[in-house]
């Protein structure tokens, strides 16, 4: 049985393949998503509730992340 490796929380270099924006910009809208949703600085962004936010499908950035 094969398991496949899948993450959950989203980094600034996959909101930056996402949007084409550069790494320091989506750092910046990495920080006013999770700003925006009240999480702490600590906590980390899920792929779900970026998508969420930005009103993306999952299933548009999934291969954009995993490949």
Do not use: W
Not at 44 to 49: G, K, N, S, V
């Amino acid at each position: 049985m094969k398991f496949e490796k899948q993450r959950v929380c989203i980094y600034p270099k996959d909101i930056q393949r996402i949007t084409g924006k550069s790494y320091r910009q989506s750092t910046r809208l990495m920080q006013k998503v999770k700003t925006d949703l009240n999480k702490l600085e600590n906590e980390f962004l899920t792929i779900e509730e970026f998508c969420s936010y930005a009103g993306l499908k999952y299933e548009q950035v999934a291969h954009l992340i995993f490949g």
